[in-house]
C-alpha cells in the first residue's frame, strides 16, 4: 500500500506559478512511478507529468511540456510539480499517482496506476 497527499493548490493569475506536492509514504514507495493527472470542470481526467522514482526519467502531456516541470527528493519521498506560466485552461482538480509501471510510454496510462490522493484545486483566473 502507497498513501499519497497532495498539496499547494490553490488561486492564482494567468501567468503566476504555483508548486504542487505530494508525499507518498508506505512500503516500497520509492520503486513506483508518479504522476500528475488533472481534471477539469466538465472533463476527464487527463495526464499531465510522470516521472520514476529510480532514474527520474521524466514525460509531459504536451499542454504542459516547457511550462511545468516534475521533480522528486528522494530524502523527503516527496513529488512535485512546479507550474509557471499558469493559464485558464490549467484550472482543474490534480491528482497524485503512483503504480508499478515499467515502460516510458506506460507512464501516461491512467489506468496503470494504483494508488492516488484525495487531489488538490487549481483555480488560474485571465
Known amino acids: 500500500q502507497v498513501q499519497l497527499v497532495e498539496s499547494g493548490g490553490g488561486l492564482a493569475q494567468a501567468g503566476d506559478s504555483l508548486r504542487l506536492s505530494c508525499a507518498a509514504s508506505g512500503r516500497d514507495a520509492g520503486n513506483y512511478v508518479m504522476a500528475w493527472f488533472r481534471q477539469a470542470p466538465g472533463k476527464e481526467r487527463e495526464f499531465g507529468a510522470g516521472i520514476k522514482w529510480s532514474n527520474s526519467t521524466a514525460v509531459y502531456a504536451d499542454s504542459v511540456k516547457d511550462r511545468f516541470t516534475i521533480f522528486r527528493d528522494n530524502t523527503k519521498n516527496t513529488m512535485y510539480l512546479q507550474m509557471n506560466s499558469l493559464k485558464p485552461e490549467d484550472t482543474a482538480v490534480y491528482y497524485c499517482?503512483?503504480?508499478?509501471?515499467?515502460?516510458?510510454?506506460?507512464?501516461?496510462?491512467?489506468?496503470?496506476?494504483?494508488?492516488w490522493g484525495q487531489g488538490t484545486s487549481v483555480t488560474v483566473t485571465s
Open positions: 499517482a503512483a503504480g508499478l509501471i515499467f515502460s516510458t510510454q506506460g507512464m501516461s496510462k491512467m489506468g496503470l496506476y494504483a494508488y
